[in-house]
Each structure stands twice: as structure tokens, then as C-alpha cells.
């Protein structure tokens, strides 16, 4: 098969490594890629939201799968494309339809989904320019800390979590009227706020049938301890040591299978994978959010426990037969450290020089933000490399990754020195 995989990521570099031990891929195309799928495949010089460059590149390159990596194609609708266009429609895309990618688009979406399948979440309320006074009231009634969330797309960063009343009514109107995320944030959801601690599980679904993948957990603030602003993920553990037997058959029973039903129920057409955030209160799981993708870090330590062929899943997806390929897991821990550019997630410089990657042994190096220029890899992005290891446990995985990651480096360079620091309470 020649698969296209779109988006230019650590979550794309691991899921072309992955892609790439099946037997069934004879070629890989990235689009565009990194420093780390240029080592490994083909990248090519296209936009994912460019659909009708993406259109001529697939008949000209007979492209037979379009695996989609990052949440924006999807958003856009580049399944509707596909799947309306004659030349095109022969080519599985794996991804949700544009109806099913507003559970990730669409905050107020996405709530309305969970309330109206009884998927336990968090209560909410949503106001625009012209109800931000209602907001404010609405403030006024909840416990804090208070949870601010942009509507749309963000790029991960619009959601806000504050502690004062005061402070929280100020950024609503800075979200609302002043446009602090632009068009995302033309309509913000107020949330009551859950106190607990937070996983990730990932399903496979073909929209009829499903598949549980690893669970994980990924560290979103930029500080050590939990602190300071968000970013796309620090680090990740796989799978996460407090998800036990008890709560994964709560999490499938309350929170998967409605998801799945209510997919079929709603007539949205879905075949890819399903991100759910989730927070355990007191036992419990609550959805705290959808994403129509696999994480980033996550898919750096979810991809390397997976045994199975991802192609032949993916093929069995697009055939709407998961239900005959069996899912195979690495019984070992896995774990990811993410080396940044100082200053991220604000301002930061990119094009440092990157040495040491040809060193490691030991673990996986995944390219998030990089580059090739003048035959050497250089930094092109605020999250530069990930560095994934195995281990028996949690513990052993974390402590490979951080030697690991001693034998690399590049000027400015910042990584968390804490990741798993939580997991060690529980």
C-alpha cells in the first residue's frame, strides 16, 4: 500500500514508525513532515488543509490511504472531500467525518453530545459577545476555581482555569469581547470545575465497533509540579498505574460505549479515532473533553505498546470489520520526555542546531519540531523532540528516557525533570 500521513509532528513521526512496520506499506509519503519522517520515509511539501494539492498528489502518486494526523484537516472536513469527490472516494481516509471532528471543533458541540447520551461530565453553560453579562452571573453561581474554554480550535491553549471571581469574569470578557483567541473564542463554555486526576483513553472505531488502545497520561504545564502556563505536553506514561480493571470497565460501560452508540444514533459517520480526556473524581470518570485524533505526547508512548499492524487496523477501519482483527499490547510501560525551546510555550527562537540524537540506543527519539537545513537537524517548533523509552514499570521507563535524553542537546534547550512525579501518590 502506498499510505499519505498528514501533519508534521511528534504524533505523525510515531505513527510512521508504526505505519512503517507493516508489511503491507510499500511506500510513505508525509506531508510535510519533519527532520525525523525524512529519515524514515518520503515528505512532500504540502499543506494538510490544502485539500485539492492533497487531491492531485494522491491520483498522481496513487495514494491508496490517507491517514490524518492532526485535528485542523479533520475540523475542515477533508473526509467530506474525499468521500464527495469520484477521483478521490476510492481512498480510505482515516479520520471522522466533518460532523464528527465538531466533537473536538466545537466545545458546545461536544457538550451537548455527552448530555445528550448521558455521558457523565461536567455541568456548563455557553455565552457569547452579547451574553457575556449572563456569564458573568453565571459565574456568580459556581464553586471555585473557575473553567474557561474557547469553543473552537486553540492549538490547546484555550482553556483557562482560574481561581478568583473576579479574575474569571475579567478573562471571559477578554476571551468574548476582546477576542483573546480570536474566532475560537467568538463563543466560550463555562464549566464547573472537577477535582480529580486526569487520563487519557484512546479508541479505535470503524463507527460500529471499537477498540480500546493504551491508556495514558500526559503532563500539560510547562512548569515542574504542575505549574505555569499549558503547552502541548511536556511528557506521557503509558499505560497510566492508577487505570485499573475497575475503572477501565467503567470507563467502557458509562463512557465508550454511549460514545460509540451515540455516534450511530446521531448519523455521524466515523471512522478513525476518538481522544477521551478524562478526569477520576473520587473513583469515577468524567469526560472533560473529545479529540478526533491521538494525542501528542501520548501517541509517542501508545504507538510503541501497540503489537498489532496499525495498517491492518486501519484497513479494517476503513472496511468497518475491527471486530475480526485482534488488538495486541505490549504488556511493557512506556514513557516520554519532551525537549522544548526555551521560552516556549510564549516566545522562543527556532534553527538551533541539535546534537547527539545518533547516540541514543537505548530509547526511541521521536522529531516533534524539526527540520533538516544544511544536512543538519535543527529546531523548528516550540516542542522539538520526544524521547521514548520502555521499561517493567512506569518508573524504569521514565529513568531510560531521561538518560537518554542526557546525550542530546541544543542551545536553550528546557525539559520537565518531574514527569510521573504524580503518579508515585496514587
Not at 491520483?59 to 490517507?66: A, T
Not at 468521500?83 to 467525518?97: C, F, M, R, W, Y
Not at 476571551?175 to 464547573?192: D, Q, R, Y
Not at 537505548?362 to 537537524?377: D, P, R
Amino acid at each position: 500500500m502506498t499510505v499519505l500521513l498528514l501533519g508534521s509532528g511528534g504524533r505523525e513521526h510515531a505513527l510512521a514508525w508504526k505505519i512503517l512496520q507493516s508489511q503491507n506499506c510499500t511506500q510513505l509519503f508525509v506531508a510535510p513532515g519533519n527532520a525525523g519522517t525524512a529519515a524514515i520515509a518520503s515528505n512532500v511539501d504540502l499543506s494538510p488543509v490544502d485539500f485539492h494539492s492533497l487531491k492531485a498528489f494522491c491520483i498522481r502518486e496513487s495514494v491508496d490511504m490517507v491517514v490524518v494526523g492532526p485535528e485542523d484537516p479533520l475540523v475542515q472536513g477533508i473526509y467530506d472531500f474525499f468521500q464527495s469527490d469520484e477521483a478521490l472516494q476510492h481512498i480510505p481516509v482515516i479520520g471522522p467525518s466533518k460532523q464528527g471532528a465538531a466533537l473536538e471543533g466545537s466545545k458546545e458541540f461536544a457538550k451537548q453530545f455527552l448530555m445528550r447520551h448521558n455521558i457523565p461530565t461536567a455541568a456548563y453553560e455557553s455565552f457569547t459577545k452579547e451574553t457575556v453579562d449572563q456569564g458573568c452571573k453565571f459565574l456568580e453561581t459556581l464553586q471555585p476555581p473557575y473553567v474557561l474554554k474557547a469553543d473552537g480550535l486553540a492549538a490547546g491553549k484555550g482553556v483557562v482555569i482560574l481561581a478568583g471571581l473576579e479574575e474569571a469574569k475579567a478573562e471571559l470578557r477578554l476571551m468574548l469581547e476582546g477576542e483573546k483567541f480570536g474566532s475560537a473564542s467568538a463563543k466560550v463554555v463555562i464549566e464547573e470545575f472537577l477535582d480529580g486526576i486526569e487520563l487519557s483513553c484512546f479508541v479505535l472505531t470503524d463507527g460500529k465497533n471499537y477498540k480500546i488502545l493504551p491508556t495514558a497520561k500526559d503532563y500539560k504545564r510547562i512548569g515542574e509540579g504542575d505549574t505555569g502556563l499549558n503547552t502541548g505536553g511536556m511528557g506521557a506514561v503509558s499505560p497510566v498505574p492508577f487505570a485499573d480493571d475497575v475503572l477501565m470497565e467503567k470507563i467502557e460501560t458509562r463512557i465508550v460505549k454511549p460514545t460509540i452508540a451515540g455516534l450511530q444514533k446521531d448519523g455521524i459517520e466515523y471512522k478513525g479515532f476518538v481522544f477521551i480526556g478524562l478526569i477520576k473524581v473520587k473513583g469515577e470518570p468524567f469526560v472533560i473533553e473529545y479529540n478526533v485524533r491521538m494525542g501528542d505526547p501520548e501517541t509517542e508512548v501508545v504507538m510503541p505498546r501497540l503489537q498489532s499492524d496499525l495498517l491492518e487496523l486501519f484497513t479494517a477501519v476503513s472496511e468497518q470489520k475491527l471486530d475480526e482483527v485482534d488488538l495486541e499490547i505490549d504488556p511493557r510501560s512506556a514513557a516520554t520526555i519532551m525537549m522544548v525551546s526555551g521560552g516556549y510555550p510564549e516566545d522562543y527562537e527556532k534553527g538551533k542546531v541539535i546534537s547527539g540524537i545518533e547516540n541514543v540506543t537505548e530509547s526511541i527519539v521521536f522529531h516533534a519540531g524539526t527540520k533538516l537545513e544544511n544536512n543538519q537537524v535543527v529546531s523548528n517548533g516550540g516542542r522539538v523532540l520526544a524521547v521514548t523509552s520502555y521499561g517493567d514499570t512506569f518508573d524504569s521507563a521514565i529513568k531510560k528516557s531521561y538518560q537518554s535524553l542526557s546525550m542530546i542537546s541544543f542551545d536553550k534547550m528546557y525539559y520537565r525533570k518531574d514527569i510521573g512525579f504524580d503518579l508515585e501518590l496514587i
